[in-house]
């Protein structure tokens, strides 16, 4: 068995479960509680103590908050956080400075690049790529009324989906499997199963190349 590392400047809080080969880096948080304001959406129930899974790396100044599982082999990059009650799955790489709100899943494989955000009550499954400043949003109220609370909905992306640098995605928008939105396109409405979109508002421009799929490779 191979002991969890975790550096002398890294906090890992009591009852967290570290798997076998999990690396903790230089002041990473592991199990931290959140803090919530009091207009916060997120849930207010006890959190289990997280769970990071074999093999994983937290890297430098990274946050894990209490309530999430972290799958094995994933490596979580300098400064990402990952907030409460997060599912990411095996072999899943999270950037450097990306977060990944509250109530999240992410499906094995997927890779989100640097300075991409995540929004609450998203779903992304298996091998989804998400390139750098990638924005997904969830709240159509932005704050107000509170009809947002029963309205709240992140992005659904769909396997082997591909979002280019800098798109932003609408709420409760769906990107169909094998969909590829555009850098800099905004979705306001759902993407069509392996279908190429770019612009604002995002426009199909043609079918995703036949070679370019998950099953060609």
């Known amino acids: 068995m191979v002991e969890p590392d975790v550096h002398p400047t890294a906090i890992v809080y009591p009852g967290t479960v570290l798997g076998e080969g999990v690396k903790v ?6 199990g931290k509680q959140p803090s919530l304001s009091p ?5 207010r129930e006890e959190l289990e103590p997280a769970v ?7 890297s430098t100044g990274a ?6 599982r972290i799958g094995a082999g994933v490596t ?22 990306s ?23 998203s779903t992304l499954g298996e091998q989804v790529f998400i390139a750098p400043c990638v924005v997904t949003t969830n ?7 509170e009809q947002r609370r029963d309205l709240m909905k992140g992005p659904t992306i769909r396997r082997g989906a591909r979002i280019g640098g ?21 979705v306001t409405k759902n993407v069509e199963p392996r279908m190429l979109v770019v612009g604002n508002p995002a426009r199909v421009l043609r079918p995703v190349s036949e070679d370019e799929l998950l099953d060609n490779q």
């Open 63 to 68: 946050v894990v908050f209490a309530g999430s």
């Open 25 to 30: 880096l230089e002041h990473a948080v592991v």
């Open 139 to 145: 709240d159509n109220f932005m704050g107000r009324t």
């Open 52 to 58: 990071i899974g074999d093999g994983t790396v937290v």
């Open 99 to 121: 977060l990944v709100e509250n109530d999240t899943t992410i499906g094995p494989k997927t890779r989100i690049q640097a300075e991409a955000y995540i929004t609450a009550y």
């Open 76 to 97: 979580l990059g300098d400064q990402s956080c990952v907030r409460e009650r997060v599912d990411v799955g095996d072999d899943v790489v999270i950037g450097r400075g």
């Open 166 to 186: 800098g798109a932003i995605l609408l709420p409760g928008v769906e990107i169909g499997e094998e969909a590829f939105v555009g850098a800099g396109a905004v």
């Open 39 to 43: 207009h916060s959406t997120a849930k």
